[in-house]
């Protein structure tokens, strides 16, 4: 806001009545102190009063102003549009904000155009009808959003590209993997074929090599086809469904049920909601955690325990057992796709499993994250929306 004390009125005295004339009022002072620009306009569409604002924000001294059609406060080429608004106006004169959706400007002393808002309203005085335009300078303001906009328009632009580079991604991976399948397989089934008609009769040294290209063979196999199965979260997806997570965690239960029985562990869980979900990505996420928490065991036999509860808009479900459990800085990063903590003796994998959980509940509009202490066990936790789900 302005520091400036108001004019007297007197300093550039205009010839008119509602001029620098005028008695000092309230009015007055309110109107010069005003930080918007106000245009008092008489019924010809002759500026009867100005404000200090309305210098300021035109370039214009007073006595410039005063008596000159409103017109001059405009760029040429809306001249004659508004002296027929103005007469439209004259009709049924109301408050109103002026140009609804129109972008206004208004024009400087120099020539220079600037943004402008006005509002309009109808006053009597003295038995005239005159209109009262409060003009504000929206320069700041139309440059915030412009460069907002920019700002937006730019993330849309980024967020298009990314998706579009994670499809073909996506793509590459499912058709590298899909295509490397057939090619292993003839490997793998070869070089058992020979490990089994040549064992023995090629010397020792042999049989190892042998036994390296089974084992090469077969572990990428278990890459290609994780490989996979990760690529094709994103490109076979089925549509969600109202999916009953207790009957899913069931079944995983039962198809784990060998792993379960040789590291004598129990696997029990809570009640569990109905949710919005593929069903089938939902078995492959509580089959990679389940079986994780009793492969990751310690000395104990593996208790595992899932759970769920309702956090405000989401299902807040919990995979925990009492295994080996995360040093603290390897917590985010076992969700890396191929990032493992152990070697393949200690516990074999392909350090997938926990990209694909990921992958699947960010998929589903959840986030999964785990909280552990080594030694004490690890409680793998997962957000999925409740909405339009029954519990
Ligand atoms: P994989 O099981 O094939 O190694 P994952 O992506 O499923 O691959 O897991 C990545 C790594 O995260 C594992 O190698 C292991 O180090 C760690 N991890 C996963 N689940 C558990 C768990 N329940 N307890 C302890 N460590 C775990």
Not at 114 to 143: A, N, W
Not at 255 to 266: G, M, V, Y
């Amino acid at each position: 806001m302005s520091r400036e004390q108001p004019s007297d009125g007197n300093a550039n005295a205009p010839a008119n009545r509602y001029g620098a004339d005028a008695p000092e009022s309230r009015f007055r002072a309110l109107l010069e102190w005003a930080p918007d620009a106000v245009v008092i306009v008489d019924a010809a569409g002759r500026i009867s009063i100005v404000n200090r604002q309305t210098e300021r924000m035109f370039g214009y001294e007073r006595r410039d102003l005063i008596g000159k059609p409103v017109e001059i406060l405009l760029p040429e080429r809306f001249h004659a549009a508004h002296v027929g608004h103005r007469e439209q106006y004259s009709t049924a004169p109301r408050t109103r904000p002026m140009g609804a959706g129109l972008e206004l400007f208004g024009k400087r002393k120099d020539g220079s155009e600037f943004p402008v808002e006005i509002s309009l309203s109808p006053v009597m005085e003295g038995g005239e009808r005159l209109v009262v335009s409060i003009i504000r300078d929206v320069t700041d303001r139309k440059e915030v959003e412009a460069q907002l906009h920019r700002a937006a328009r730019a993330l849309e632009r980024q967020a298009a590209e990314l998706a579009q580079s994670n499809a073909e991604l996506e793509q590459f991976a499912y058709v590298a993997s899909h295509d490397l399948q057939e090619p292993l397989r003839m490997v793998a089934s070869y070089t058992q074929l020979l490990a089994r008609r040549y064992r023995g009769k090629l010397g020792e040294d042999a049989d190892e090599f042998i036994g390296y290209a089974v084992d090469g063979a077969t572990r990428m196999q278990a890459l290609i086809n994780d490989l996979l199965t990760y690529a094709r979260i994103g490109t076979q997806a089925r549509d969600p469904e109202p999916t009953d997570t207790g009957a899913i965690v069931d079944l995983v239960i039962s198809d784990l049920s060998a792993a379960i029985a040789e590291a004598s562990a129990t696997v029990t869980h809570g009640p569990l909601p109905t949710v919005e979900a593929d069903p089938t990505q939902l078995g492959q996420l509580f089959q990679n955690l389940i079986s994780n928490a009793v492969k990751f065991r310690g000395e104990r036999p593996p208790v595992v325990e899932i759970t769920a509860e309702r956090a405000g808009e989401d299902w807040r479900f919990a995979v925990r057992d009492n295994g080996i459990g995360i040093a603290p800085e390897y917590l985010d990063r076992i969700f890396v796709i191929f990032r493992r903590l152990h070697g393949r003796t200690e516990y074999p994998g392909t350090g997938i499993g926990l990209a694909i959980c990921k992958k699947i509940v960010e998929r589903h509009g959840g986030r999964i994250w785990v909280e552990s202490k080594p030694d004490e066990g690890s409680t793998f936790c997962f957000t999925l929306p409740a909405r339009a789900a029954r519990s």
